[in-house]
T-cell receptor, first 112, second 111 residues
Framework: DVKVTQSSRYLVKRTGEKVFLECVQDMDHENMFWYRQDPGLGLRLIYFSYDVKMKEKGDIPEGYSVSREKKERFSLILESASTNQTSMYLC???????????FGPGTRLLVL | GQNIDQPTEMTATEGAIVQINCTYQTSGFNGLFWYQQHAGEAPTFLSYNVLDGLEEKGRFSSFLSRSKGYSYLLLKELQMKDSASYLCAVRGKGGGFKTIFGAGTRLFVKA
């Protein structure tokens, strides 16, 4: 069974703090993704990575950066958290030829 | 631009059949997915269509018409546990398997 884990289920941070969200998958998947999900807007792609040290901007990369130093781990960084980054963050991974993305349980981030 | 449209909410009765529609306009097409998402949980994969036609999987079926940019998810013999959001998503061509998601349809199943 594919397993995608995220470091926290719930997180509360203050405006201006640097925030790290970690995602780990155990199935040797090449492609990993970070989304945020907001009511009425669906999942929106922030960044994705198709290999170690490779990254591509998604649809809403502003205010975020990512790091992929190892194949199994994909980190999302909020350089200076703002209240409009309060959201549910979902990590996903997929093997090169597989059909579906596998999602982690999500991190609900509240920025005060 | 790229767009995926699906109804915001639907209500159906336990034991009945419900059809959730999805229309899409995307640059390139490399498959359409349906996911189920219960409140507070991650999306889970339901179905995948890349060719026109109907794919059946137990109580769930998904249909695709690429020429019309249209898909539907059919749920039969509805159960209370089917109350969830259903996400339509389209994968574009090119590297990285980039996928565009619709906002989701929240389905309420009543007794």
């Amino acid at each position: 069974d594919v397993k995608v884990t995220q470091s926290s289920r719930y997180l509360v941070k203050r405006t201006g703090e640097k925030v790290f969200l970690e995602c780990v998958q155990d199935m040797d998947h090449e492609n990993m993704f970070w989304y945020r999900q907001d009511p009425g807007l669906g999942l929106r792609l922030i960044y994705f990575s198709y290999d170690v040290k490779m990254k591509e901007k998604g649809d809403i990369p502003e205010g975020y950066s990512v790091s992929r130093e190892k194949k199994e781990r994909f980190s999302l960084i909020l350089e200076s958290a703002s209240t409009n980054q309060t959201s549910m963050y979902l990590c996903a991974s997929i093997k090169g030829t597989a059909e579906t993305q596998y999602f982690g349980p999500g991190t609900r981030l509240l920025v005060l | 631009g790229q767009n995926i449209d699906q109804p915001t909410e639907m209500t159906a009765t336990e034991g009945a059949i419900v059809q959730i529609n999805c229309t899409y306009q995307t640059s390139g097409f490399n498959g359409l997915f349906w996911y189920q998402q219960h409140a507070g949980e991650a999306p889970t994969f339901l179905s995948y269509n890349v060719l026109d036609g109907l794919e059946e999987k137990g109580r769930f079926s998904s249909f695709l018409s690429r020429s019309k940019g249209y898909s539907y998810l059919l749920l039969k013999e509805l159960q209370m546990k089917d109350s969830a959001s259903y996400l339509c998503a389209v994968r574009g061509k090119g590297g990285g398997f980039k996928t565009i998601f619709g906002a989701g349809t929240r389905l309420f199943v009543k007794a």
